[in-house]
């Protein structure tokens, strides 16, 4: 029996973890938080007897002795159980990509210190580890990851002026929580998965693609140097990366539907618009430069989101946001957890102080709300 704590349990990921816990006779579930929604039902119904709300998660997973933590939680709110599971080599499911964008290199040198298992839960990791697993690192060319392209694949910059919160939320292949919604919208989501690749396998940013692929079969590729290319399929469903992250090495069976061949399946591939969509190319900026760079533009793409989805800022403000807080910052690297999150507040200040100067409202986004400090 696998014993799994579920941090975000209240999420679209979490709840989905909880039908895959269900239907998976090996995994029970031995904790659960949540950012502020009650949990007292759900640990009734699960017979969960360690829950929290909000705050440091640390006493929870202490106090629970899970085999398996899968970080649920949106935003860098999750880094504290990142590391803490890291750190203790107990085993790390992660969908909390904004926690290992922002602590890069903590997470790199406590993942060695702990000798755990780090599996990823983002559909697009979970399908590069499936295709790296077992090879040499030197016959690896680059890896390829894909973007659908979200809801407004295809737009120019004219046609997002005046696009709206719900027509950010239409996702065409993915039901997925807000902020990671809008992140899909922005590309921004491509930009920390670009960034969570490089600090997950370790290759340099120019053997780290993106193509736009809009029907999500594709779950991501890896080429390798004799010009093979090995791709992971299958219909979109995260049930599938939450089980294999969960039970890994069994992968135990699920209820997503097998690909159906026979009715044709069309593979459609193209570069990304980056002068539409410049979040991404922020991104590998920001990777590139190193340091606390990624742990400003995760900041402030958190602060510019929250102000699109609750204050009225524009969408394609949300990169501007992004753009004029990497200026501001000194990207200096974080020696340990309360550098880092002074650095992600220092960002949240200046995310927050090129809103006022928009006419935003002051307030959101702020590493208070988030219950971090
Ligand atoms: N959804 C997907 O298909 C998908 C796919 C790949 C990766 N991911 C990643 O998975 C993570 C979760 O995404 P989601 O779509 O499931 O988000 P979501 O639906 O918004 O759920 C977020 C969860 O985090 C909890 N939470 C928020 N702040 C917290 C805090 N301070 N401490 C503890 N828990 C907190 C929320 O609790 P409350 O209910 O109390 O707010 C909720 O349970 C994100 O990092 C996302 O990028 C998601």
Redesign the pocket.
């Known amino acids: 029996m696998r014993r799994v704590a579920l941090?975000?349990?209240?999420?679209?990921?979490?709840?989905?973890a909880i039908e895959v816990v269900e239907r998976t006779p090996e995994l029970e579930l031995c904790a659960l938080?949540?950012?502020?929604?009650d949990l007292a039902a759900l640990a009734a119904e699960h017979g969960v007897e360690h829950t929290?709300?909000?705050?440091d998660?640390t006493g929870l997973l202490e106090a629970s002795e899970p085999d398996v933590v899968l970080?649920?939680?949106?935003?860098f709110?999750?880094v504290r159980?990142t590391l803490w599971a890291l750190e203790r080599g107990v085993t790390l499911a992660l969908?909390?990509?904004?926690?290992l964008v922002a602590a890069g290199q903590l997470a790199t040198a406590a993942h060695e210190r702990g000798g755990g298992l780090l599996l990823p839960?983002?559909?697009e990791h979970s399908a590069l580890f499936q295709c790296l697993e077992g090879r040499r690192p030197e016959t690896v060319d680059s890896l390829v990851l894909t973007a659908s392209g979200g809801p407004f694949r295809g737009r120019t910059r004219d046609e997002l002026e005046h696009v709206t919160v719900e027509d950010a939320l239409a996702h065409p292949t993915?039901?997925?929580?807000?902020?990671?919604?809008v992140?899909s919208a922005t590309l921004a989501?491509k930009g920390?998965e670009l960034i969570e690749a490089h600090v997950l396998f370790g290759l340099p940013y120019d053997r780290i693609e993106v193509v736009l692929h809009p029907t999500s079969v594709v779950h991501s590729l890896v080429r390798f140097r004799d010009g093979a290319a090995l791709a992971h399929l299958g219909y979109p469903d995260?049930a599938v990366?939450i089980s294999f992250a969960l039970t890994y090495p069994e992968r135990a069976a699920t209820a997503a539907p097998q690909l159906d061949l026979a009715a044709g399946l069309t593979l459609e591939f193209g570069a990304p618009d980056l002068e539409t969509f410049p979040a991404l190319a922020l991104a590998r900026r920001a990777g590139e430069a190193g340091g606390t760079y990624p742990c400003v533009f995760n900041a402030a793409n958190e602060v510019a989101v929250d102000a699109f989805l609750h204050a009225g800022l524009p969408f394609l403000a949300i990169a501007d946001t992004i753009a004029a807080t990497l200026d501001a910052a000194d990207g200096e690297p974080a020696a340990d957890l309360d550098a880092l999150v002074d650095a992600d507040a220092a960002a949240r200040r200046l995310a927050r102080a090129a809103l006022t100067d928009r006419g935003v409202v002051r307030g959101v986004g702020s590493t208070e709300q988030?219950?971090?400090a």
């Open positions: 941090l975000g349990a209240t999420g679209s990921i979490g709840r989905q938080a949540s950012g502020s929604s929290q709300v909000g705050g998660p970080n649920a939680v949106v935003g709110a999750g159980a969908a909390n990509k904004e926690s839960v983002d559909s993915w039901q997925m929580g807000p902020k990671i919604t992140d989501n920390l995260m990366p988030r219950g971090i």
